[in-house]
């Protein structure tokens, strides 16, 4: 074949032709330029993992830091405490639970005996006996069926107050 043959020049203009086909489809179609799009924001949002990454590890570190600080500063006040108590001899008894019974027995110990209390009317006395340490029960929660919570409370007295009448038989 020659240089200058036509079979060739149709060669070269075909390869050419397609190259440019390519070149064009390429940039100019919409699904190209779609994936373009998506590589870049995918690229970006890569990036943006990485930089949150970075600073979660930093947060980490921060927080492991103040973390020791304050375990540094516990120690810290044990050991003050601890010489305190050797200080002040005072024995390491661990603290109980708070109670009120016991706590207003210890602050009200009569020093004196005491003297007995006035007696009370006989009508209180018989219906509910009272100790000096727990108040009487109230009318409202009294035991039994005679308190105003009752289910029958106020319906004892209104049935025996009103007369049976019949009702006239319906035809």
């Not at 001899?89 to 003297?115: C, G, I, N, R, Y």
Request: proline share 9%.
């Amino acid at each position: 074949m020659e240089a200058n043959s036509p079979l060739l020049f149709v060669l070269i203009g075909l390869v050419i032709g397609f190259l440019i086909g390519l070149l064009c489809y390429r940039l100019m179609s919409k699904g190209e330029r779609h994936r373009a799009s998506l590589k870049q924001t995918l690229l970006e949002r890569e990036h943006q993992i990485a930089e949150l990454k970075k600073a979660q590890g930093r947060h980490v570190g921060e927080v492991r830091q103040c973390l020791e600080a304050i375990r540094h500063q516990a120690d810290e006040l044990e050991d003050k405490l601890d010489t305190n108590t050797e200080q002040w001899e005072l024995a390491h008894t661990p603290a109980a639970p708070f109670d009120e019974t016991v706590q207003a027995s210890k602050t009200t110990a009569p020093a004196k005996p005491a003297k007995p209390a006035a007696p009370a009317p006989a009508e209180a006395t018989s219906k509910t006996p009272q100790t000096s340490e727990t108040p009487p029960t109230p009318r409202d929660y009294a035991d039994g069926k005679g308190g105003t919570l009752s289910e029958e409370y106020g319906l004892k007295d209104s049935r025996a107050k009103e007369p049976a009448v019949d009702q006239p038989p319906r035809y």
